[in-house]
């Protein structure tokens, strides 16, 4: 097992989205990043009308998408050197799947009626939430303590938080739910998935930026633990 010392970050939003653009180009997290792209294509290819069969494939590729974030957090609030399959096995032995989902979901929830509230609102829970997906899972927190954590930790940099969670998480999903309700999948055909593709890589630039932030505000980095064999 190697480690690899890493100089401090610079606590800005273009420097911390391109330095986790610039990783997630690098393996392991480029396996990952491939992995999610392929999950956004293989839901992308479902068809429009729905059945049981469909449905339990869309559940299934959305939860193996989860656990990508999840292991693709972990990885970069290391300086661990492994494998990618080695941190989707930690990601699966981790046990915070729920913790991510339920953190997740108020964290929308409170964003999103801070922006139908008052869009500025909107954007300054995003500063105070921006890390609380990142400290459920770094820190095995269900959403109470999560959001403490993250309003804690990003005292002091909020705007960088706020910016870098508003342009990976909120306009990527607002530009989907615009082009899902304008019918775009429909006019631009390959180019609305090629968009789609976009808007998941730069989701999960933001994931890099974010748990690479929420280490270096004092966050909790992820433990040091005996590494497992790959799968070769």
Do not use: C
């Amino acid at each position: 097992m190697e480690e690899q010392r890493q100089p401090p970050l610079q606590m800005r939003p273009g420097s911390l989205m391109a330095t986790g653009l610039r990783d997630l180009l690098k393996p392991p997290l480029a396996v990952l990043l491939l992995l999610d792209l392929l999950i956004f294509g293989a839901l992308s290819s479902m068809p429009d009308e729905v059945d049981d069969a469909s449905l339990f494939g869309v559940l299934v590729l959305t939860v193996v998408s989860a656990f990508v974030q999840i292991a693709l957090t972990l990885a970069a609030s290391s300086q661990e050197q492994r494998t990618a399959d080695e941190w989707v096995k930690l990601a699966f032995r981790r046990g915070v799947f729920w913790r991510l989902i339920l953190t997740s979901l108020v964290t929308f929830v409170a964003i999103l009626l801070g922006l139908l509230a008052l869009i500025v609102g909107g954007l300054v829970l995003g500063g105070m939430l921006g890390l609380s997906q990142t400290a459920a899972i770094q820190e095995r927190a269900w959403p109470g303590p999560a959001l403490r954590s993250s309003v804690s930790l990003s005292r002091g940099h909020r705007m960088t938080i706020g910016a870098i969670f508003a342009l990976t998480f909120i306009v990527p999903n607002a530009l989907v739910q615009t082009g899902t309700e304008l019918q775009w999948d429909r006019e631009l055909g390959l180019g609305w998935d090629a968009l789609g593709a976009v808007g998941t890589v730069v989701t999960l630039v933001g994931v890099v930026a974010l748990a690479r932030a929420y280490v270096s505000l004092g966050g909790k980095p992820t433990e040091t633990v005996p590494a497992t064999r790959s799968l070769g």
